[in-house]
Structures are given as structure tokens and as C-alpha cells.
């Protein structure tokens, strides 16, 4: 059974960067398609990025241009480098197999994007 462990969140100032990272245990890791999901209190869950195996990218309107996901398959790790953090950024971001999450879900990490 796969886990997946989020971490990397945390509080930041509008404008201000953080890097997400997400380890994944099990096989076959490097051949998923992984993404990037958020979820914002009373909202639903939404997949803002998501990456191929071989490293092809896709991003959500609300994220394209100030976020970039990346993979290192022989970690079994994808990251997300969040840059230009809006207030509308705050939410507890998951990891996840995409475009649909198969996997058991993380405990997920809280980024908070306040001044």
C-alpha cells in the first residue's frame, strides 16, 4: 500500500515562496502521473498541478506562471515550488496519483499565505 507523506507548508507573507515536497513509498512510482490537489476550508478539493513520468507538466489557471512541480523518480519524491503567494493560495496541500487520486490521501501540509 502506498503512503504518501506531505511536508514543506507553513506561514508566509503575500509574495513570499515556498517549496512542498511529497514522498511516496511502493513501486512504480516513476511511472504515475502525480499531482498537486489543495483544499481551502469550505471549499473542495481542487488539483492545481500535476506531472507525467517522464517529467510533462500541466498546471490550474490559478497557479500557472507562480507554481512549478517537479519530480525526482529515484527519491520517489515530487515537489511543488510555489512562488508570488496570494492570500487565496491558503490551504492544506495533498499529493495525490492524477487526474484522479487512487491513492490512500497524506495527512497533507498547511500553507497560510497572510500578512
Known amino acids: 500500500q502506498v503512503q504518501l507523506v506531505e511536508s514543506g507548508g507553513g506561514l508566509v507573507q503575500p509574495g513570499g515562496s515556498l517549496r512542498l515536497s511529497c514522498a511516496a513509498s511502493?513501486?512504480?512510482?516513476?511511472?504515475?502521473?502525480m499531482g498537486w490537489y489543495r483544499q481551502a476550508p469550505g471549499k473542495q478539493r481542487e488539483l492545481v498541478a500535476r506531472i507525467t513520468g517522464d517529467g510533462s507538466t500541466n498546471y490550474g489557471d490559478s497557479v500557472k506562471g507562480r507554481f512549478t512541480i517537479s519530480r525526482d523518480n529515484a527519491k520517489n519524491t515530487i515537489y511543488l515550488q510555489m512562488n508570488s503567494l496570494k492570500p487565496e493560495d491558503t490551504a492544506v496541500y495533498y499529493c495525490n496519483r492524477a487526474p484522479m487520486a487512487t491513492m490512500n490521501w497524506g495527512q497533507g501540509t498547511q500553507v497560510t499565505v497572510s500578512s
Open positions: 511502493g513501486k512504480f512510482f516513476s511511472i504515475y502521473t
